[in-house]
């Protein structure tokens, strides 16, 4: 337990910032899956709108740090040319 008053209060503050990230993860994670499973049924057009909004979340996620820059660009990226992959086969 913090002795300072002001350690106490960062303490409270970083609880309340943890529950708010992990929430965000979890969302992250969802919609995801959510975008793989539709590039793994070739559903191009629901697989877009799914990945334009995980583009969204993923940069926004980033600009708020609760994920790095690099790694929400990695994800888009990889999502990204696995969905073209699916459009030029169809």
């Known amino acids: 337990m913090p002795n300072k008053k002001a350690a106490m209060k960062s303490l409270r503050q970083d609880k309340i910032k943890h529950e708010r990230n992990k929430a965000q993860l979890s969302e992250l994670r969802t919609l995801s899956k959510k975008a793989r499973v539709l590039i793994g049924e070739k559903n191009q057009k ?45």
Do not use: F, P, V, Y
């Open 46 to 90: 629901e697989a877009d709108t799914a990945l334009k909004l995980l583009e969204s979340k993923l940069s926004k996620a980033a600009k708020k740090d609760i994920i790095k820059k690099n790694n929400a660009a990695r994800r888009i990226s990889r999502l990204r040319s696995q969905w073209s992959k699916i459009g030029a086969k169809a």
